[in-house]
């Protein structure tokens, strides 16, 4: 695939991040800034760069009638689209800050960000949005507003405006705000609260600018790339990696109209990155591990050939194997097989940034060997985000690549990873004590992941600190990879492992509903609720947990199970908007299966 010259934006050439949208616009005003669905033509459109730079110049117009002063906040809480770039855009240039909300935020989280953060002004998209706001809005001061983009009719709320009639209100244009410092804070982003409230990140113009520029230098992105865009732009991961570093580069966006429709989208769209974190391949992957066991024998020895001889082949390309003969098999087998499958992601993806958590060696493996290149990253909301990465032509998946350039990175001596970089947040809002928790004196950023860091500086990340079970014999075992590991079974929907201080190991599994009625009937019981406590349900799902553990220790192995079919949601309030589990949370609501799985010890 050809891709045009490097014409990269620098953060010195940007200095703010509304400066590096303005640079774009007047470097490359008649390309392709972003596409999007329009439900209402059922078509694909696109927007220029200088359409988008119009809409962004209106909108600083609208945010201005609304009385707002240089330092104030405001958030949007909507599904990735231009609007969302354009607001942020207008905000910026007037010298507010942007606080992203998750668009399927629970009303207790959004009514704690607003007033944390003394929001004045919210966009929401329809609806759905507003369920989660108007609940809590008693909360809020007489000079809050909402503006929602579909209309509400019907409202009895006075401070809530429909986008129409607040966007056509303003008619006056209104210049962006002068001497806006690159070291100015540009953004609010609220971390997910696994463990108690969310944290505020705060975020200034040179830590997101100096952060993609850092990506763009381990891996190049060129002017004719095309991103798609599907995990929410208030995830730090998407935001810089799938936003800013596709217009500090002259890329084009494409936003997905859904997760559910991902699939028909890569498929329209045809994108050549995309940025991911491992759900998304394991759920692919456990779709194709169900199609294979409805193939015949010769065809799931073909899938697995294939999957074998592509890997040998990505060994081989990156210098880590010799050429083997089998080599020769790999036109055909990419006939047959990848292509296919490649098809399914559109047929021009050139690579995907994979982050957020642990890609599972087994899938990332898979999907290499089919023609994907995937480069686990790792970073966090206060590096901003990105850390490390695996390089296209560096690749061990297994790690989690070198440091960016310009990234400091070291192991303290109990083997926590910690950096040091130009990335790293200005703080914590309202929490000067966290703050000094997790950045040091001297400016070192303590991850709370355990690591160790291999030949050419591959970091590998071995654990958490604090996501360390240890029985009660004094074994430790490492939860999130034996989760990992039993979810690889396309049975397992979601998984927590527990056992501190326990004699052995339980797990709280959500069994997988399209599979388990036929799981259910090979056993010869019903699919009703009930079955789950069957006991011969409970040694065949005990039996399918022990071959996914079997490279682990022997008391690495789960002794007793607790079965469910209502998966763990956000609205349940058992993951996190970022697809993250609550652990806690799920504990305590399924403490009394757990005090059953551990009686009488």
Not at 66 to 83: E, I
Not at 148 to 173: C, F, G, I, N, Q
Not at 567 to 573: I, L, Y
């Amino acid at each position: 695939m050809a891709m045009h010259p490097l014409d990269v934006i620098t953060p010195q050439q940007a200095q703010t991040l509304m400066g590096l949208f303005n640079t774009r616009v007047a470097r490359s005003p008649q390309a392709v800034a972003y596409r999007y669905f329009d439900r209402a033509k059922q078509a694909w459109c696109e927007l220029r760069w200088l359409e988008a730079a119009t809409q962004v110049t209106r909108l600083r117009s609208a945010l201005d009638s609304v009385g707002l002063r240089k330092g104030d906040r405001v958030a949007v809480m909507m599904r990735n689209c231009p609007l969302w770039a354009h607001f942020e855009q207008a905000a910026l240039s007037l010298g507010l800050v942007v606080v992203p909300l998750y668009p399927n935020d629970r009303p207790d989280n959004v009514a704690y960000i607003i007033k944390d953060a003394q929001i004045k002004f919210l966009l929401i998209e329809n609806g759905d949005q507003w369920q989660n706001v108007e609940p809590v809005m008693q909360e809020f001061p007489a000079d809050f507003r909402v503006v929602s983009v579909e209309p509400l009719h019907a409202r009895s709320e006075p401070r809530l405006s429909d986008y129409e009639s607040w966007y056509k209100a303003s008619t006056r244009t209104v210049q962006p705000v002068e001497g806006i410092g690159t070291d100015e804070l540009a953004t609010i982003v609220y971390t997910s609260g696994t463990t108690g409230r969310p944290k505020g990140v705060m975020l200034s113009h040179r830590n997101i600018l100096c952060n993609a520029h850092a990506g763009i230098s381990a891996i190049n992105v060129y002017a004719d790339d095309l991103f798609l865009s599907f995990l929410p732009l208030s995830h730090t991961l998407e935001r810089t990696v799938g936003y800013y570093i596709p217009m500090m580069a002259g890329a084009a966006v494409a936003f997905a109209r859904s997760v559910a429709e991902l699939g028909e989208d890569l498929i329209s769209v045809k994108p050549t990155v995309l940025i991911t974190v491992p759900r998304i391949f394991e759920r692919v992957y456990a779709k194709i591990q169900t199609q294979m066991q409805e193939k015949s024998p010769l065809a799931r020895n073909l899938f697995k050939t294939a999957v074998n001889v592509g890997w040998r082949r990505f060994e081989f390309q990156q210098g880590r194997s010799a050429w083997h003969p089998g080599l020769l098999f790999w036109p055909l087998l990419n006939l047959l097989v990848a292509k296919k499958v490649m098809a399914k992601l559109g047929g021009r993806m050139r690579m995907s940034i994979c982050g957020g958590s642990a890609l599972s060696t087994p899938i990332a493996r898979t999907f290499i060997g089919l023609g994907l290149p995937i480069c686990q990253g790792y970073g966090l909301t206060e590096s901003s985000p990105v850390i490390s990465v695996n390089r296209l032509q560096d690749n061990i998946p297994e790690s989690i690549g070198p440091a960016l350039p310009d990234i400091e990175v070291k192991l303290a001596q109990n083997g926590e990873l910690m950096t040091r970089n130009a990335s790293i947040m200005l703080g914590y809002l309202n929490m000067p004590e966290a703050t000094r928790n997790t950045v040091d004196s001297e400016g070192w950023l303590h991850t709370g992941d355990l690591a160790k860091i291999g030949d050419r500086g591959h970091i590998y990340i071995t654990g958490r600190i604090k996501e360390i079970l240890v029985l009660s014999n004094g074994e430790k075992v490492p939860p999130v990879d034996m989760e990992m590991a039993i979810t690889l079974n396309p049975l397992f929907e979601q998984v927590v492992v527990i056992g501190e201080g326990k004699p052995y190991l339980c797990a709280l599994i959500v069994l997988n509903a399209a599979l388990w009625s036929d799981f259910a009937a090979k056993l010869g019981v019903t699919n009703a609720p009930a079955s789950l406590k069957d006991e011969r349900v409970q040694s065949a799902v005990l039996g399918a947990i022990s071959t996914c553990l079997k490279q682990f220790p022997g008391y690495a192995q789960i002794r007793r199970v607790a079965l469910s079919l209502e998966p763990w949601t956000v609205e349940n309030a058992l993951i996190t908007a970022s697809l993250k589990l609550q652990r806690a949370k799920i504990m305590d609501k399924f403490s009394a299966d757990i005090i059953e799985m551990y009686r009488g010890h």
